[in-house]
């Protein structure tokens, strides 16, 4: 019995010691295990030039990384169409620049149109815009406060280049579709915050703005806070200004999958949870180890057993230490299903055998 109630004991202390290795709020400098990134845009050109924007209609598809992948592949995927207009007796040849954070890096990313025509592309670099900032902080995607994650880094502004011909008076659509990545923090919850933002204000250089529309999309299962006022409805969140923002649109989003607490479900309370789970695990198995055998017994044991591995692989996958900490996680996940097959296969062995007599042997002598 001892050496049975051995394993979950041993667990126990494992999940205490790795407690102590995680970091507490109040603690700093922890090693950067982050490469964020926030996706941004908007076309921009020179104050002089007489071409107006009278309507945007932005649409943004944001996605998590697929099961298996790594953080960097959250890709937002964005669909601008700009209805233009040449306020000049002349023809104007422009040549219009797109600026953001963590911009497609592959010219596949990429697609501009403009009256249904693609126009031809050119490779990245670094703009030279005066005042160009990135737009932090980041916001709570449950409570919508905004904060400054550690580590954050946004890199250099990224620019992509077009030319851009409208003849005089001519009104047409210009619509650009890319796909980039989008930033992320991993210390605010035990799920990955990610963070998407959309440059509005180099819409300033043009000769006037009409209105925005907006539509955000995300995947089911997904919690959403917007630093502009968004609406939800049919599945999408929605807004309609009839000004440009005073600011840059930020969108925070999480996935709530395991988050048994909701807001609160951080590194604070999944260690004391799993800790709770295993005592509690031992608590059951070693009260049924009185109990009187039987199949009813076995079957109880096994779920206790396996539904307590389950909670400790849900929990050991998510984001409960730091770098180089973290690498023990996947390591943790083995050690805890190794000892639930283990101790199931003990209890298995142990059950009594339909048809065996459950005393000792005697026998009838002549």
Known sequence: MKRLLGFPCALCFLVVYLACLAPRPAMANGLPVRMEAVTTGMVVAADDVPVAILKEELTVDLGLPPRGGM???AEARVRAVYRLENRSRERQELEVAFLGWGLGSRRADWQVRLAGKTLAVREHSSPSAAGLTPPWPGLDPF????YQ???STVGTP???FFPLVLEAGERADLEVRYVGRCGYDTERYVNPVF?????LSPARHWADFGYLEVRVRVPQGVRVASNLPLSYWQGDYVGTFGDLPGEEL???YISTDGMWFGRYTNRVTVWPA???ALLTAAGLLRFLAGRPPGRRKIATQLCVLGATAWFLHVNLGKHLLDYPFSMVQPLLRVVVWLAALVYGVRLWRGRPVTGTP???DRRISA
């Open 195 to 199: 963070h998407f933002s959309y440059l």
């Open 149 to 151: 994650p550690r580590h």
């Open 358 to 360: 459950a005393g000792p």
């Open 250 to 252: 930020t969108v925070a």
């Open 158 to 160: 990224q620019a992509v």
């Open 274 to 276: 799993m800790l709770v």
């Open 71 to 73: 953080l960097w592949d």
């Open 143 to 146: 409570t919508g406060e905004r």
